[in-house]
């Protein structure tokens, strides 16, 4: 079975940090690059940072120096560590694949879990 459950999301002032964990079905875990996305009502989901099997990592720009993604390749789960958060970071986290899952010809995301960030 194909399973993304994202979870550790939650309400933070500018500066507060947050865990974000993520628990994949050991098939996706085990064969492709774990990424994060992110999509702020309005947007378009962006990249947020990935990690291949190796553990080597991708940061988009915005992000770099305040979050950390790491892979625990036992237990199958990814995780982001977010710091210094700002309230332009506010939006719902998604854990996938890089290239992110098709399913019957349709993209295939988790329920994501929700980050806010007040001024």
């Known amino acids: 079975q194909v399973q993304l459950v994202e979870s550790g999301g939650g309400l933070v002032q500018t500066g507060g940090s947050l865990k974000l964990s993520c628990a994949a079905s050991t098939r996706i875990f085990s064969s492709y690059v774990m990424g994060w996305y992110r999509q702020a009502p309005g947007k378009q989901r962006e990249f947020v940072a990935s990690i291949s099997r190796a553990g080597i990592t991708t940061y988009e720009a915005s992000v770099k120096g305040r979050f950390t993604i790491w892979r625990d390749n036992t237990n199958y789960i990814v995780y982001l560590q977010m710091n210094n958060l700002k309230p332009e970071d506010t939006a719902v986290y998604y854990c996938?694949?890089?290239?992110?899952?098709?399913?019957?010809?349709?993209?295939?995301w988790g329920q994501g879990t929700q980050v806010t960030v007040s001024s």
């Open positions: 996938n694949t890089q290239p992110w899952l098709k399913i019957g010809g349709n993209d295939y």
